[in-house]
């Protein structure tokens, strides 16, 4: 019983990250900075759901997998972005930056 | 030593994610591994930085910290998205010194900039590397090359 109300505080709260970094990307100005958006999705929001997930599953390969799940998740995601982040500067797209 | 762990490991992990016992299967997951093992070892990929055994004990060590720092800066940056007036950002792209010895831990470093979410590293070179910063806050407190000392200290250090 706390573990279900646990477990699905843990994925409301996921999921509106995701959408709080789906917001992020409408609000930033441009493609550096929504990469940063992007980062809530991949990082704390992915987290909390596959937690929510882990504590429905309890002790079995389901949560073992979905750790795995997490750990390739954290060594994936910023290559990924890296990579994006590097052709982008690759091909010539100047960040907006703040002039002070 | 290197491959009798690297083959003990993929056992494991064929076990784990499998959970069938039966002896065709097993006898598939032996074959698998064995081909996967033979494989890496004709790749060449299996050295002291792609199999980092030696290490692995002390990344959890490491990555507990890079977690309070994952959530103070998502904190950070959910709160630069929801703020009711335009966005408070001033983005930056500034240069930090490598400061990592091994090609390993510039790799480390590099990583653990790109997932603190407000911080993309753009390239990674000799001496230094390039940062693309959500804010002159973030950029400062990266500056101090904090996170790089962690690094150091809960890495590499005997």
Known sequence: ?100 | MRYISFVLLLVLFWIALSGHFEPLLLALGAVSVLLTAFLSHRMNIIDHESYPLHLSLKFPIYYSYLFGEIIKANIDVIKRILSWEKTPISPQMIEIPRSQLTDLGAVIYANSITLTPGTVTIKLSEDSLTVHALSKEVADDLATGTMSKEITKRVFKE
């Open chain 1, 1 to 100: 019983m706390i573990i279900d109300i646990l477990s699905s505080i843990l994925l409301l709260v996921g999921a509106a990250l995701g959408i709080v970094g789906g917001i992020g990307i409408h609000r930033f100005p441009d493609f550096y900075t929504r990469l940063h958006a992007i980062g809530i999705t991949d990082t704390l929001s992915a987290l909390m759901i596959l937690l929510g997930l882990a504590l429905q599953a309890g002790w079995s390969i389901a949560a073992f997998k979905l750790a795995m799940i997490f750990v390739f998740l954290f060594f994936t995601s910023p290559t990924a972005s890296h990579a994006l982040a590097y052709a982008a500067q690759h091909s010539g797209l100047k960040p907006k930056l703040d002039q002070k």
